[in-house]
């Protein structure tokens, strides 16, 4: 029974209606634990093969190119989460692992942002974030 209740529970927070700006944490939080934390570990360190969220994240959204990467890497592009939970979840983890490497005023991503860039996934992944890193001239 207290399983049900707490599905039930669970089930309402992450479907609460979201206003055009905002963003659900709770469901953002919960998607990043259901769909993204498998990979980059619940404190956003990366696990093999997976680079590191934490302190990092935020230097993607500085440049065009790289707020298109956190969309279209495989991870995201692929995922069943739909346009507006992925936006969230992308702003959650800007917000919740981003640190200093997160400008002032950053803009947040918005749902018809994530539906044109995800209709276009990358390949070769690792090659393109090495480029990318260049560009940003950021290390890990």
């Not at 790289?66 to 989460?81: D, H, T």
């Amino acid at each position: 029974m207290i399983y049900r209740c707490l599905f039930v529970f669970i089930s309402l927070l992450t479907s609460l209606p979201v206003i055009s700006g905002e963003m659900n944490e709770v469901r953002a939080k919960y998607n990043y634990q259901m769909f993204c934390q498998g990979c980059h570990t619940p404190k956003g360190i990366g696990g093999r093969g997976v680079p590191k969220i934490k302190g990092f994240i935020g230097h993607f959204p500085k440049s065009q190119k790289g707020r298109e990467y956190l969309i279209r890497v495989p991870g995201s592009a692929n995922s069943v989460l739909d346009n507006l939970q992925l936006a969230e979840v992308l702003n959650w983890m800007i917000k919740t692992f981003g640190e200093d490497s997160v400008e002032e005023g950053w803009r947040p991503y918005e749902t018809e942002e994530v539906a044109n860039y995800r209709q276009n996934p990358l390949m070769e992944v690792e090659e393109y974030r090495k480029a990318l890193l260049r560009e940003l001239a950021v290390q890990e």
